[in-house]
């Protein structure tokens, strides 16, 4: 199947933590990722806004958006939870408002304001699935797994603790997912604060919770029993021979371009991309 087979059941969505260069960023994404989000008539933006910012540097983002986007909705709170936590909080809201305004739409595609995502996405033949993702894994998680061969086998597999998905972007049938990220996040962001007021440097994965905190992890343990496909399965032995002789120690594999989906995390955007 391709996937524009479930665009008029899709919602496209994205978040952005609102800054002096966002406005700047969304200008020279646009012509990259216009022509995939052009293709949705339901379409969410989620954002908070770094401590500090002026409330016209907010309101020109949003305009920017609404411009570009003329049909697009706009979620935006004045609350920042910070690294992790803010950004599971919007990706809350556009999941809750999509489960409450939007009951047609079965599929939830979510991006962030650093991700390119181009029409290319649409050309490749995938699986039927339930969620489509990109792998996040480093130069460690291969050793640890054995080597790239055993790493490939059973990424997949939650029980072997390297099932980590990209949160940067995703397509999720929500038809059964009431949270993306599990409703323990609130009181694990609970505890967090109080141990970070008692040790400010104390980072939330450095936390005794259940599981590892971060954004993969949690969105793995929600989707870990669903049916999966690697929008990067025909690139995969390619980024594993990367991700081991450069030792990437980076999970989220930024600003490396996956050509046949059409997918970047391009987070140093003014630096160079790397092809696979």
Known sequence: ??????????????????????????????PYNSHLIKQFKNIIVSTNAADGLDSKDIEAYHSE????????????????KGHMFGTIDLEERILAYVKKEMPSVKYLWKSMDDVITSSEILKIEVKEADFYYTPGFSYESIIKAGGRENLHKIFETYESGFWSPQTTFFILNITNIDSLYGNDVDSKTDIFKEAEAQRPSIKPWDMPFDIKFSCEIHLGRTTKDLKKHCLVEDQLEELLEMVYYHRMGDPSHKNIYFYKP??????????LIYNV
């Open 1 to 30: 199947m391709y996937l524009n087979s479930v665009i008029n059941q899709s919602c496209f969505s994205t978040i952005a933590t609102i800054s002096k260069d966002s406005l700047e960023k969304l200008e020279l994404f646009y």
């Open 65 to 80: 958006w609404k411009k570009l986007y003329p049909g697009s909705i706009i979620l935006h709170t004045d609350i920042n």
């Open 262 to 271: 059409g997918i970047c995390h391009y987070h140093y955007y003014k630096d």
